[in-house]
């Protein structure tokens, strides 16, 4: 493999390397022994030059080996997790549970675009004018209903699942978005400034989701057991350039450029992580089943798994204009696959030295698509839209329309 003929290339070099780093040593005593003596130590200056400058060679030449190393290292996606199913696509995936019954409509169900533009309320061509496709502008009511949902989503993760909410940035720079591993191998997908945010000469990007800052807050932190396990909640924009998905999804909010996401991110210790990802994936069910909507709950298997993730249940809400499932959260373990390259640990009591922490994260939920599910699967014949008991609350009304 490449990775191999690497190594035996880097291996030999430093053995070349170091061999140079001791001869110019014994040179250099030689040297001083020479002119201790009044001795000539022309001839020994001449081979200390030529070893000096094969030594500097093959230091450059080592570094830029460690450095391909380095980038190929940061390139390998991590092992799926022994009960991961085999696979090559989202076909192969294994339904794990369903739960709720897709409604049967006694009327012709219209999709999220026309109850949004039958409302006055969704504006995809006012979007394009002010940006470009693949953005949308929402007003009045529908505004009203993407923003409760935001909230909704967050009482429920900090009261009853007991998440701390976190406001972070929408800029990262590129250390976090290799901690997490969306850097150097999915570039594309970000949107990077062209102006930088300090003096430095690092890269800075967009957020594609708050799981990179979120899990970045432990990059180069020794946590002590009992801080853990830690679970945190933010709700953000997140802006994608859906650089592989060119001609999918066009019509309205399944797929677009800026999104938002109420995120939940855990960071437990290496015996307690599948135990949280079974909960963690009950907890972003949790929003389904308190907005009636149907939904199940599938397990990808290798071909389908995400670069980071050992282990994924995409949990996908059911969408009655395009009768199908659609992928409304995605629910990760990495183990210790983000924590190596973000160097973050916790300190063991047992052996009082510092080890790998695992993390996961998963949405809870992706507001938009909530949104578009909600507003079709609790659609009236009139265009008018029934609001779920529990987000009552939160707009002041049983029906929006």
Known sequence: SEFSELEAQRKTLQLETE???HKKKNLSREIGQAKAKGHSSDDLLEQANHVQKELSDNEKALKQLQQKLHALQMSLPNLPAEDVPDGQSEADNIEIRAKGTPRSFDFEPRDHVALGEGLDNMHFDLAAKLTSSRFVVMTGQVARLHRALSQFMLDLHVREHGYTEVYVPYIVNEDS???TGQLPKFEEDLFRLLKPVDDSDRGFYLIPTAEVPLTNIWRDVILDA???????VAHTPCFRSEAGAYGKDTRGMIRQHQ????????????????DALEKLTHEAETVLDLLDIPYRVVKLCAGDLGFSAAKTHDIEAWIPSQKMYREISSCSNFLDFQARRMKARWRNPETRKPELLHTLNGSGLAVGRTLVALMENHQNQDGSINIPEALQPYLGTERIG
């Not at 009992?226 to 945190?232: A, G, Y």
């Open 177 to 179: 978005l290799t901690g």
């Open 19 to 21: 061999a140079l780093q």
């Open 259 to 274: 999104f938002d996401k109420v995120e939940l991110v855990q960071c437990v210790k290496p015996e307690d992580s599948w």
């Open 226 to 232: 009992d801080q853990l396990p830690v679970k945190l």
